[in-house]
């Protein structure tokens, strides 16, 4: 079988339509659009659906760029949320996944993938993508909190639902992460230094 070719490009306002692709009628997770981590808990409660798409497509629109839309093969069929650690009000405001210090980073705080294609490692070219796109940007340090599918509690287990929404830390470590802290027993923080 011949290997997929893979790109990962930001969200524009010209690539809305595959973002709507991507997450479908629902949004990714429910209604949320990526905006979980985005906006404070009770905006996320009040806006989650059409709000939280519209706030997206403003983005976009404004050339904010909030994310990454992987393609398999010309195809929509993923997508990471990277950028500013800042700019995720709910992460800057979180009691479990505070900063590890007060370097600035930029962070990745969601994937989507389309079932077609998972289990398939498109996390690692997603990851790969997300941190050439923050170098691009200036970035210095790539931050992550993914889950550790390789601790105790977890080992052997399989994702449930969306689990996984932040990452996986095995994708991580094969990208070159390594742990800068832990938010639990079973969910890393992890860094990437861009050289």
């Known amino acids: 079988m011949p290997k997929s070719k893979i790109e990962v490009l930001p969200l524009t306002i010209k690539r809305w339509d595959d973002m709507v692709s991507v997450f479908g009628e ?4 429910a209604g949320c659009w990526c905006m979980f981590w985005r906006l404070d808990r009770s905006d996320f409660k009040k806006l989650r659906g059409g709000g939280t798409k519209e706030i997206l497509r403003q983005m976009t629109e ?21 950028g500013p650690r800042e700019n995720y009000l709910a992460l800057e405001n979180s009691r479990i996944l505070k900063r590890v210090d007060e370097k600035p980073v930029w962070s990745i705080v969601c994937f989507f993938v389309d079932k077609s294609v998972r289990k398939q490692g498109l996390m690692v070219e997603m990851l790969r993508g997300a ?39 095995s994708a991580f ?6 742990e800068a802290g832990r938010a639990s027993e079973t969910q890393l923080i992890m860094r990437y230094k861009i050289k």
């Open 26 to 29: 629902h949004g990714g997770y």
């Open 62 to 82: 404004k050339k904010q760029e909030p994310g990454l839309i992987t393609y398999v093969d010309g195809k929509p069929a993923g997508w990471c949320s990277v």
């Open 131 to 169: 941190v050439a796109y923050a170098k691009k940007h200036g970035a210095k340090i790539v931050e992550g909190y993914p889950i550790d599918m390789q601790t105790e509690k977890l080992a052997g287990q399989k994702l449930g639902s969306y689990a996984g929404y932040m990452g996986i830390a």
């Open 173 to 178: 470590r094969e990208v070159g992460f390594v």
